[in-house]
């Protein structure tokens, strides 16, 4: 029961926001008690905290699948979009900045966690990259990954929904070719040109 509570309430804070959802509204969506769920955890914090912890292993899962399906790591990286795209389709408000603004602990944690888990499919693909000739070989690869982690946790930022009514979706794609077009060669750009031109935003 505590998984399904923790899964029920991922999808709902995703879909809805941690501010917004209670405990009543994860109850009554599993068709429970509310006293179920406190059997489970404490307070909603704890919730919050136990459903972010689990999306976001799930997410770091299915990146590692993706990293072993043989792309070229500019189609990688594209393909990997397409996962938080299909997953923060239906989401009302950035989810991290949510979390920041509401949960801070909780996104101290995750933001730490993150990088120390993400960093090494960062560094894996520029080096992917640089190997089959799609980015420069001069990149300094520590320094690329922090950027380019760094501008995938800016697109959560409210302000840049609400300037011209960006969607998620428009600020990865954004990021991506941002990202890309710093380190790529002419094979590179002309391979992101074609994932560009196949790409819907």
Known sequence: MKETIIKKAGEIFLKYGVKSVTMDDIANDLGISKK???KHFKNKVALVDSAVSY???SMHNTVLCVCDKGYNAIQENFEIKKIFSE???NSVNPPMYQLQKYYPE???KIIKDEFSIFKECITGNLEKGIQEGLYRKDINIELATKFYFS???SVHDSKLHTYN???MNKLELCALEYHTRAL???KGLQTLEEQLEKTEL
């Open 36 to 38: 179920t769920i406190y």
């Open 55 to 57: 999306l976001h292993e």
């Open 87 to 89: 997953l923060f389709k």
């Open 106 to 108: 909780t996104y101290t």
């Open 151 to 153: 501008l995938m946790m």
């Open 165 to 167: 009514k960006n969607t």
């Open 184 to 186: 790529a060669t002419a």
